[in-house]
């Protein structure tokens, strides 16, 4: 039986942010990752100013600054054929004043390079938790699969569910779960993008079509918005019906209405909106999508799930390597977290009730419309009011700084 301090199920942002903290605390911790890389297609590369700060206070900010990025800084809208500016992010306070779009299997290999460097980190590639451990009626491991059909166990102090809302560990601890319905699902595809295409994120609003264009630098990363549960009726149309519709509000696209030929280009999210009412067991806590599956409303998913990860670490560095850690601890990080996942949530299903709902019933067509609509012509006039949104998104509720013994600036 393998034994650890610390066992992080999931090697996306939060799982590798946890275990780079843990490691600079002295904490022996292992994380456990599935696949045998992180090279895969994401959907969700937003790395936002409060993550910005954070890698600079690990010291990674320049190597970060290497990597191929994206600057997004503003918001515009296909308003009556042409494109006006929505909202900017130049004047959000501190230094970062953008979300950077980075493929996210390069911010992952940057954050295991740096834990690879801490003698207490181990990074297992192609290994599955499949259940959990149960010791004296606590969390005391998990069993697990390898890639090569391999089974083992690891025993863990703390175990931390960081795999997402499809997360195996919280099904088999059977916390409880408050869940939202939502009024939309994804389809995520790419499309090429030349430089005279407008720069930044495109929210496409018609009567026929919901979409966000993100500029990727060569190529735009699209999230099309459908009816929930449609996606099988409305793959049984023609695929470039999605372009046409695009071009119709965006004319600019018209030379890429050939884009998608195969409906294989597009990818299904199945949206989720739900939390915990209680995040922990013994032996066991949950952190980000694992807590609480966000909306792609806002894009703040993994943003919110980093902060998760820099609160837990703070809290739980010093009893971990007292060997003290306890359900006190967890309810801790719990009521430190809570309150920016329910603001957050409750920010998207405002948004889902009296934005995208009305949008993909058709009684909200932007780019159709001779000029933008009152509220967007409200934000764009006062400039209060304008800094509210992108604040909101890019640095979010209660954001979290990295631990005096993870700094090293």
């Known amino acids: 039986m393998e034994r650890t301090t610390c066992l992080v199920v999931g090697g996306g942002p939060a799982g590798m942010i946890l275990g780079l903290l843990l490691a600079r605390a002295g904490v022996e911790v292992t994380v456990l990752e599935k696949h045998k890389d992180f090279l895969r297609d994401f959907r969700g590369d937003t790395v936002h100013p ?15 600054a290497k990597l191929p990025a ?28 953008y979300i950077a779009m980075v493929p996210q299997w390069d911010l992952l290999d940057l954050l295991a390079r740096a834990a690879a460097a801490e003698p207490t980190f181990r990074l297992r590639m192609n ?34 569910a960081c795999d997402g809302r499809g997360s195996v560990l919280r099904s088999a601890a059977g ?19 030349t430089e005279i295409d407008p720069a930044g994120a495109l929210p496409i609003v018609t009567a026929r079509r919901v979409a966000v264009l993100l500029d990727r630098g060569d190529y735009w990363q ?3 918005l459908i009816a929930k549960g449609a996606d ?19 004319p600019w696209l018209r030379d890429r209405v050939d884009a998608l030929t195969s409906w294989d280009q597009v990818k299904l999210l199945e949206v989720k909106l739900d939390r915990l009412t209680k995040w922990y067991t013994g032996g066991l806590l949950c952190l980000g999508d694992a807590a609480h599956a966000m909306s792609p409303a806002g894009g703040v998913g993994i943003n919110l799930a980093v902060q998760d990860a820099v609160a837990a670490a703070r809290i739980l560095a010093a009893p971990l390597l007292a060997g003290t850690v306890g359900t006190k601890e967890l309810a801790k990080v719990q009521r430190r977290r809570r309150f920016p996942t329910v603001v957050t949530q409750a920010m998207q299903r405002f948004l889902h009730a009296w934005a995208i709902a009305p949008a993909l019933d058709g009684r909200i067509d932007i780019a159709g419309a001779p000029r933008a609509p009152m509220p967007v012509r409200v934000l764009r006039r006062i400039p209060v009011l304008r800094s509210v949104p992108p604040f909101l998104i890019a640095r979010g509720i209660r954001p979290e700084h990295a631990p005096h013994f993870a700094r090293c600036v």
């Open 222 to 224: 699209c999230a099309t």
């Open 127 to 160: 290994t599955e938790a499949t259940d959990l451990i149960w010791i004296d009626g606590r969390v005391g491991g998990i069993a697990y699969r390898t890639r090569d059909g391999a089974t083992g166990a690891i025993e863990a102090d703390l175990t931390v």
């Open 232 to 250: 099988e009726s409305a793959r049984r149309g023609p695929v470039e019906d999605i372009m046409r519709t695009l071009a119709d509000a965006a």
């Open 50 to 64: 409060t993550t910005l700060d954070l890698l600079d206070e690990l010291g990674l900010g320049a190597e970060f």
């Open 175 to 193: 916390l409880p779960t408050r869940k939202w319905s939502t009024p939309m699902d994804v389809w995520w595809f790419r499309l090429p993008r």
């Open 70 to 97: 994206r600057k997004l800084d503003q918001v515009q809208l296909p308003v009556g054929g042409g494109v006006q500016t929505f909202v900017t992010l130049k004047n959000l306070p501190g230094k970062h004043k």
